[in-house]
């Protein structure tokens, strides 16, 4: 599904890559839509959801805390169960990426703006990749990624390896994207490689 009348950017990234950075930069100076993939996973699985009674009937009651007033699926638990092994990851992902996909689709459709980003870590995995004009890869340098995840988001460094182990390599994300963004440096280089590769450039300021 493209629109004639609406740009969307799917958005990509391994961790620590500063996709939220150039997220902020869109919204700020371009005025665009940011749809982020993530957050709409946790919402498709809100209780009493017809993504929460999916997830709890495959993975059972013991992803389930009923300590508030309202029963939740502990992401926590549910990771774990899911990280180390393909098979239950898979299982998670048939159940959630069709209604991830329906709802972005419906939030594209919704949206009386122009510039439409959406952000997600495993775009490229997903039917969202067709919901896309055009996907931009951001990358950075493996050595600043380290440094800003432990220095931002308090995470050692072989969690943090061990995770970009598991996510696509810079060779397969830069073959599947039309648009490398290189976020090494500073701010003002990288917001200038997002004006060069906006069609119009200037035509979306604010």
Not at 138 to 152: C, G, H, T, W
Request: charged share 25%.
């Amino acid at each position: 599904m493209k629109l004639d009348n609406k740009y969307v950017i799917g958005l990509t990234g391994g961790i620590g890559c500063g996709k939220t950075m150039v997220l902020e930069h869109l919204k700020t100076k371009y005025n665009a839509f940011v749809i982020e993939a993530d957050k709409i996973g946790h919402q498709i699985m809100d209780f009493d959801s017809e993504g929460y009674d999916m997830v709890v009937k495959a993975f059972g009651n013991e992803i389930v805390n009923n300590e508030g007033s309202t029963p939740y699926i502990d992401r926590k638990i549910l990771g774990q169960i899911v990280f180390n092994d393909k098979e239950k990851l898979k299982l998670l992902n048939s159940i959630t990426h069709p209604l991830i996909h329906q709802e972005i689709e419906k939030l594209i459709l919704d949206c009386n703006k122009q510039l439409i980003i959406i952000e997600a870590a495993i775009l490229l995995e997903t039917s969202l990749k067709a919901l896309c004009n055009t996907l931009w890869y951001v990358y950075a340098d493996e050595n600043i990624r380290l440094e800003r995840l432990q220095k931002y988001r308090n995470i050692d460094k072989e969690k943090a390896l061990q995770v970009m182990k598991n996510q696509w390599s810079d060779k397969d994300f830069r073959s599947a994207c039309q648009v490398i963004i290189d976020n090494s440096f500073d701010k003002e280089n990288t917001y200038d490689q997002i004006k060069i590769n906006l069609p119009g450039g200037s035509l979306w300021e604010n």
